[in-house]
């Protein structure tokens, strides 16, 4: 196990750069041109144009250089509503505020787009599409709307789907008594535990992220293999309201342990009962998920 949780931990700890030295971007040069007026185009200022400096934490992102990093700030703009529904957005206008070339801001609308933020359209252009219309389930546009103004309703949404998927997860992998993903189970809960001893917060996140992904994954239904990285992204996600995963300490660690000794002995309602447990927010924090709603 220690072999596996140094491996952790430096995975954890390692930085992601991916970014090219200045002389090497692939810029183009843009005529100057007289401003002309747009109905609703958006307004630009306070915006970072030097895209290295934006922060990259979602995994879909990383080692895309500038096209990831281009996505990740036009998308963090969009779903904060600095870009509103149906808004402009001018292709030329973005790659002369952050110096990118045609090339890098094509393909980054490609990728909104299939997030269903924008759409394109012959003699429209590219617009900002409603909220009805975004993908909510796309790991990146949870960690946009988390880190942004929709940030207590996206954590609230995010605590209660993990409640109705996670424990029927657990209910389905005590069915399927593999022994690596047993050991993996249990070498998780190790790593939290080493982490926990020493103060690392991050390893710990890693590890648990990794418990949960993998426990939905062995539970042998493809659907919820789909929202495997619905609940990783929701892991990464700090804040709002506090589950036991998102407390390292003794009883939140014994929780993962009950999970594991359910699973080994093939009893469905006990991992089902100890992941509840698990995810249940404390009362002292906010309410219990879930609750019902009034209409």
Known sequence: MSTLAHTMMTAARSADSGLANPGELDRYPYAETPAVDRVGAPSWEGVEPELGRVGRRTAGNRGRGLHGQLVQQLGQMIVS???????????????????????????SLRVLEAKGLVSAR?????RVRPVSDWNLLDPDIIEW????????????ELSELRWTIEPLAARLAAGHGREDVQQRLSDMVGIMGH???????????????????????????????HLSGIVSAALQVSGGPVT?????????????????DALATGDGAAAEAAMRQLLTVHPEVERVVPAPREH
């Not at 509103?84 to 094509?106: C, H, K, N, Y």
């Not at 020493?198 to 293999?225: K, P, W, Y």
Request: charged share 30%; net charge negative; glycine share 10%.
């Open 122 to 126: 012959p003699n429209v252009g590219t």
């Open 145 to 156: 709307r988390a880190f942004g103004p929709q940030r207590d309703d996206q954590r609230r």
């Open 244 to 260: 036991g995963c998102d407390r390292p300490n003794d009883v939140s660690l014994a929780q993962h342990g009950r999970i594991v």
């Open 195 to 225: 982490a926990m001893g020493q103060g690392d917060a991050l390893t710990f996140s890693r590890a648990d992220a990794e418990f949960h992904t993998l426990l939905i994954q062995v539970a042998g239904n493809r659907m919820l293999d």
């Open 81 to 107: 509503g600095d870009l509103g529904a149906d808004r402009p957005l001018v292709p030329e206008e973005i790659g002369q505020r952050f110096e990118v070339s045609r090339t890098v801001v094509r393909e």
